[in-house]
């Protein structure tokens, strides 16, 4: 088991309504990095607003941190917890060949999903107050289909698809030194070689995808991540450049 990454608490908690509402709530007096696990969430919740469905023995868990990059800057963290998720399952299953990540902030698992990630920040203009980086994982069991939208891609838990049981705090002490490593790369050298590692283990990369905004249909193939974080299609008629935050699903 790796050594949990020096000057980073832990805390882990029987219940709580959401990890990333107790990163918010302790945000102000943090001394450092602060990890918060909870073994039950009674309102989880995932991208816009939407529930996050988090049966017993799944992880749920939020980094938290007051970091000084702009606010951009500050998003592109997404992919750093991708790749520390890729590094946690690869050491938990010894299979690193089955999974691939998705742009912008979801783990696949022989192409279903099996980890999601949701960062949310305090904080006017320039200035990010804090970052909850709140990662879920389905470690023993997966969402029914029906509780996905019709075109996302379906849920998969770990133990099902690679036989790999984990306790939730047994994953965190995985994932908590690779997210540290991850994060001195970026702090270190910025955005490039988290950048490169990502589009390593991209899923799709070079295929055509279908990418949806509030606004519109996107069909393309799927060329790059640019060096701002953003998806970068071809299409029929033009080269298309999508924002994170645009993505509808």
């Known amino acids: 088991m790796p050594t949990w990454p020096k000057g980073v608490e832990k805390r882990v908690l029987d219940q709580v309504d959401s990890t990333n509402e107790e990163a918010r709530r302790i945000a102000s007096g943090l001394l450092g990095p602060t990890w918060i696990m909870a073994h039950r969430q009674t309102s989880g919740r995932g991208r816009r607003g939407r529930a996050w469905v988090d049966p017993t023995g799944n992880f749920a868990a939020t980094v938290v941190m007051r970091p000084t990059e702009p606010p951009a800057q500050v998003a592109l963290r997404s992919f750093v917890a991708s790749l520390a998720l890729f590094d946690a399952f690869a050491m938990a299953t010894g299979r690193g060949d089955a999974f691939a990540l ?36 389905n470690l023993i069991d997966a969402p029914p289909g029906t509780t996905v939208e019709a075109a996302a891609t379906p849920p998969v838990s770990l133990a099902a698809e690679t036989g790999v049981v984990l306790e939730p705090e047994t994953f965190l002490n995985l994932l908590a030194p690779a997210y540290a490593r991850h994060e001195a790369t970026f702090t270190t050298y910025g955005f490039a070689p988290i950048r490169e590692a ?45 924002p994170a935050a645009e993505i509808f699903f």
């Not at 912008?104 to 909850?132: M, Q, R, W, Y």
């Open 102 to 137: 998705k742009w912008p902030n979801d783990v696949l698992l022989n192409e279903g999903k099996v980890a999601g990630i949701l960062l949310e920040s305090s904080g006017l203009g320039t200035k990010v107050g804090h970052l909850a980086v709140g990662i879920g994982v």
């Open 198 to 242: 990502w589009l390593a283990r991209a899923a799709r990369l070079g295929q055509t995808i279908t990418a949806r905004t509030t606004r519109h249909e996107y069909v393309g193939r799927f060329d790059t991540v640019d060096a701002d974080g953003n998806l970068v299609l071809s299409t029929a008629t033009s080269r298309e450049v999508i």
